[in-house]
Nanobody, 117 residues
Framework: QVQLVESGGGLVQAGGSLRLSCAAS????????MGWYRQAPGKQRELVARITRGGSTNYADSVKGRFTISSDSAKNTVYLQMNRLKPEDTAVYYC???????????WGQGTQVTVSS
């Protein structure tokens, strides 16, 4: 099995920055893609950013130009650099991994990001 451990959430003022990290451990053959999703109270979970093994990235329109996803394949770790944060970015952020030879994706436990106005 695989475990995803997230870190880096917290409370920040609007306009500030945070960096999230997610490390995958366990029986990992190779990682097809990793990503970050978020879920605000009363809303559905949504994709924030995703990066593939080949380095291709995609972002939600609401975070383009402010957030950057990157990865370190040697460490099986994905990062999310979040700049110019807005109150509407407040949510629980979840790490997701699509790992070769596993049918289902894996999810982290979630990390709270709160942006005050």
């Amino acid at each position: 099995q695989v475990q995803l451990v997230e870190s880096g959430g917290g409370l920040v003022q609007a306009g500030g920055s945070l960096r999230l990290s997610c490390a995958a451990s366990g029986t990992i053959f190779s990682i097809n893609a990793m990503g970050w999703y978020r879920q605000a109270p009363g809303k559905q979970r949504e994709l924030v950013a995703r990066i593939t093994r080949g380095g291709s990235t995609n972002y939600a329109d609401s975070v383009k130009g402010r957030f950057t996803i990157s990865s370190d394949s040697a460490k099986n770790t994905v990062y999310l650099q979040m700049n110019r944060l807005k109150p509407e970015d407040t949510a629980v952020y979840y790490c997701n991994a699509d790992i070769r030879l596993y049918i289902d994706d894996f999810w982290g436990q979630g990390t709270q990001v709160t942006v005050s106005s």
